[in-house]
């Protein structure tokens, strides 16, 4: 039989390699409105999964959605915002 200590190492990460780093961490921030209305998104959809939706359903779905449209939409125009070194003038 083979030992797979020798292995280990390779497999196994090490304590700075399991921390998000610092711009991991910005990312998530910069995600998070996205995240968030998602969320509710499938908050409201999970709640009319075993009934019939009614129409305070179909609105809270109906929110849910444009939220997360809007949250995407905001996050395209921040994203189309940053200047990229280097680019055209």
Known sequence: MKSIAALQASVTATPS???PSDAELDEIETESPLILADVALLDAQIMT???TPTELDQQRIRRA???VLAARRDLANRAANLTVPGGAA
């Open 17 to 19: 390699e399991r921390e």
């Open 49 to 51: 999964i075993d009934r």
């Open 65 to 67: 959605r444009r939220r």
